[in-house]
């Protein structure tokens, strides 16, 4: 099989070699190297697969979606053939598929309803910097299943951003690296004196000057293509309509996880000749994703992040600043096929102010569906299972006595059958509940 000649195709000879003698492996790779398609299509060839299939977790269902059709493409052969994708109320596989992407949750499902993962030869957490629940949960189970039932099961994590180091170490694994090929960026932050006058509250602010930056950027660049990074929808309503009186050369898109695919798909196709193209996105686009096209990235500084409010029980979307690793995912988007330019909305003092990362959702996110997979899995005691950082134990007791009120846990610890139904429909349980409920 010939594969293209990407910055990871240098660490593949290593990579191959490393899984050959080791069951857990980490995988350091830049946005861009080309280790979301290249690796499970260069594990095809390894001898300790024998027959079993790859799966492939990526933690948004337009990355999946993508990854598996790239890759597919590079084996001329259509979806759902040796490459196909799963995820929630939808699939494209078939018996000869060998190659799946899934979504989180559909990995929880395949490791609660099999924990020996029967036919399996490896599993790839990709992107795993970003440090979700579902995926740490996942690594979580999938560890476990290796030590009890799966010895020759290969887990290979990999990431852009994370400290792999200390993630190898915590594994007790080799990391492999690639340097990557990364093509100039030349940054641009907010004056001081621009940044003193703009609004203090983040959506004003980014009403305000994300659309004059746009045409900036586009004026300046007579070439090339624009992805602007705002927080969520509404924000791409707000800019969208400011940015309506664009030339007519210019085809305006948003990009975000609940567009139909269709409109997903214009968004990530390059701009036909003759024309430009300036694509709204939320953080959906930060990584695994390939706008061909983008050398102007306009940042806007900000990401729609959950978290837990104890008192009340319930989760709520914040808008926060973006963290600098975040950030520079970001930036790099317009330097993956060529020199770019980034534009951020804040002042270069600002940016060294911002958390190097954001914490992982298991330290601050509702732990009420980790909760009710550890029950189903039969772990009483969540410290029995490997975590890279281990769910605060109040937290897990408040999530334990919110599913014994929804009748998914018996006092003593156990599911009952209305928490199993409640996990199949891979919905919030709180939420899980309600439908639940309503169908009876």
Not at 185 to 208: F, G, N
Not at 252 to 275: I, N, S
């Amino acid at each position: 099989m010939r594969l293209p000649n990407l910055p990871i195709t240098d660490a593949l000879p290593e990579l191959l070699a490393t899984l050959q003698t080791h069951n857990v492996a980490v995988l350091q790779a830049p946005p861009g190297a080309g280790k979301t398609t290249l690796v499970p299509l260069a594990l095809l060839e390894a001898d300790w697969r024998a027959g079993g299939k790859i799966i492939v977790l990526e933690p948004r269902r337009l990355a999946a979606r993508t990854a598996a059709t790239r890759m597919a493409q590079l084996l001329g052969e259509p979806v759902g053939q040796t490459v196909g994708y799963r995820m929630r109320l939808e699939s494209r596989i078939s018996a000869k598929t060998r190659i799946e992407v899934v979504t989180e949750i559909i990995l929880t499902r395949q490791l609660q309803d099999d924990p020996g993962l029967e036919g399996v030869a490896a599993v790839l957490f990709d992107e795993f910097h970003e440090r979700s629940l579902q995926a740490d949960l996942g690594l979580a189970l999938a560890l476990d299943a290796q030590q009890v039932l799966r010895p020759d099961l290969r887990l290979l994590v990999m990431s852009a951003t994370l400290d792999a180091e200390r993630l190898g170490q915590w594994l007790d694994a080799p990391v492999v690296s690639s340097l990557g090929r990364m093509f100039p960026v030349d940054t641009h932050y907010l004056s001081p004196q621009r940044a003193a006058s703009a609004s203090r509250r983040p959506h004003e602010k980014l009403q305000d000057l994300v659309p004059v930056l746009v045409r900036e950027a586009l004026h300046t660049h007579t070439t090339g293509d624009v992805l602007v990074f705002l927080p969520g929808l509404a924000d791409q309503r707000r800019v969208a309509a400011k940015l309506a009186s664009l030339p007519d050369y210019i085809d305006l898109h948003t990009l975000h996880g609940e567009l139909p695919a269709e409109q997903q798909d214009a968004a990530l196709r390059p701009a036909p000749a003759g024309r430009r193209k300036v694509v709204l996105a939320t953080s959906i686009a930060e990584t695994s994703l390939t706008i061909e096209g983008v050398s102007i990235v306009v940042d806007g500084g900000y990401a729609r992040i959950p978290r837990f409010e104890p008192r009340s029980g319930l989760t709520t979307l914040g808008t926060e600043p973006a963290s600098q690793a975040a950030a520079d995912q970001r930036r790099g988007r317009a330097g993956r096929l060529g020199p770019g330019t980034c534009y951020r909305l804040w002042t270069e003092a600002e940016f060294r102010e911002l958390p190097l990362h954001l914490p992982p959702e298991i330290l601050t996110a509702d732990l009420s569906p980790l909760a009710l997979e550890l029950a189903l899995w039969g772990a009483h005691d969540a410290t029995a299972l490997r975590w890279l950082d281990v769910p605060p134990t109040p937290a897990l007791a408040q999530a334990r006595e919110l599913l014994v009120r929804l009748e998914a846990l018996l006092p003593a610890g156990p599911p009952t059958a209305h928490g199993r139904a409640l996990a199949r429909l891979g919905l919030a349980p709180r939420l899980a509940h309600l439908v639940a409920r309503g169908q009876e």
